[in-house]
């Protein structure tokens, strides 16, 4: 089982819905949640972050954290064709180390 | 731009040289850090730094690879002896450690290794 699993896509949606992106991870230890978007050859630029049960908003984006689920999710409300990109969750595992484990992303299409 | 830099941004090196990296952090930032990308694989940690001590190495950074930190500013990643599998993107990341924020890391534009 990977650490930070996610569904590679493509999520295709259409402009002005709503994205739904997911996230799980195997360590329940975990302690903050990223989440990353990278355009084709960037690198990676920080979206959200998210430390407690529950949402956190910001602008269009909105981030869901469960951890008795070990779920993360990103909710992109709105979408525009400038937001299809791969974007990439993130752990920072227990107090100690510092390293993000990342998932492998989930390439969103956004189509006019 | 206040941002992490890095450089080179292109790497085009033959199988057996060596190559190092630099990388600035956000200036007021402490924590500086490594990642490698390759392609449609998220960033892999490297190792990473808290001023000028190296506190945490993976185990994918072999015996060809060092990195330093020695005034607690930049930093270099050097890697003897490429090979084609050392291929990739190399990013670099900077966090304060202290804070409110100190959690969240913020990349580079990163240095894209090519071996041939």
């Known amino acids: 089982q990977k650490e930070v699993e996610q569904n590679s896509g493509p999520l295709s949606v259409p402009e002005g819905a709503i994205a739904s992106l997911n996230c799980t991870y195997s360590?329940?230890?975990?302690?903050?949640f990223f989440w990353y978007r990278q355009y084709s050859g960037k690198s990676p630029e920080l979206i959200m972050f998210?430390?407690?049960?529950g949402d956190k908003e910001d602008g269009r984006f909105t981030a869901q954290l469960n951890k008795a689920s070990q779920y993360v999710s990103l909710l992109i409300r709105d979408s525009q064709p400038s937001d299809s990109a791969t974007y990439l969750c993130a752990v920072k595992r227990t107090t100690g180390f510092q390293k993000l484990v990342f998932g492998t992303g989930t390439r969103l299409l956004v189509s006019p | 731009d206040t941002g992490v830099s890095q450089d080179p941004r292109h790497k085009i090196t033959k199988r057996g040289q060596n190559v190092t990296f630099r990388c600035d952090p956000i200036?007021?930032?402490?924590?500086l850090y490594w990642y490698r990308q390759t392609l449609g694989q998220g960033p892999e940690f490297l190792t990473y730094?808290?001023?000028?001590?190296?506190?945490?190495k993976s185990r994918l950074l072999s015996d060809r690879f060092s990195a330093e930190r020695p005034k607690g500013s930049f930093s270099t990643l050097e890697i003897q002896r490429t090979e084609q599998g050392d291929s990739a993107m190399y990013l670099c990341?900077?966090?304060?450690?202290?804070?409110?924020?100190?959690?969240?890391?913020?990349f580079g534009p990163g240095t894209r290794l090519t071996v041939t």
């Open positions: 360590d329940r230890g975990s302690q903050s």
């Open positions: 990341a900077s966090s304060l450690a202290t804070g409110v924020n100190f959690y969240e890391q913020y």
């Open positions: 730094f808290q001023n000028e001590a190296q506190l945490e």
């Open positions: 998210i430390y407690s049960n």
């Open positions: 200036s007021e930032h402490n924590r």
